[in-house]
Nanobody
Framework: QVQLVESGGGLVQAGGSLRLSCAAS????????MGWFRQASGKEREFVAAIFRGGTTSYADSVKGRSTISRDNAMNTVYLQMNSLKPEDTAVYYC????????????WGQGTQVTVSS
């Protein structure tokens, strides 16, 4: 069982930046993949970014070039740095973890709200 706690959300103006954090109860160095997802009001949850055990990263086209996912294994924390934020980035952001490399994620955080004002 892996518990995940997100933090770092808030209200920011368009063009601004935020860094989301996800603290894990397990060693992130041993977790196969960790990811960020988001869900805007009235929409389905969508993939944002992922980082795999070996360090490989993956991004949704909508955030590519504006966001960076990283991992601090000493702190058992995964980060999502988001720059040049747009109003359409407004959503609840969720951290997820899984011990497999494919398929659905098994563990989810409670989410943190990101609101980007125009």
């Amino acid at each position: 069982q892996v518990q995940l706690v997100e933090s770092g959300g808030g209200l920011v103006q368009a063009g601004g930046s935020l860094r989301l954090s996800c603290a894990a109860s397990a060693r992130t160095s041993s977790i196969s993949r960790m990811g960020w997802f988001r869900q805007a009001s009235g929409k389905e949850r969508e993939f944002v970014a992922a980082i795999f055990r070996g360090g490989t990263t993956s991004y949704a086209d909508s955030v590519k070039g504006r966001s960076t996912i990283s991992r601090d294994n000493a702190m058992n924390t995964v980060y999502l740095q988001m720059n040049s934020l747009k109003p359409e980035d407004t959503a609840v952001y969720y951290c997820a973890a899984d011990n497999n490399y494919v398929g659905s994620y098994d563990y989810w955080g409670q989410g943190t709200q990101v609101t980007v004002s125009s």
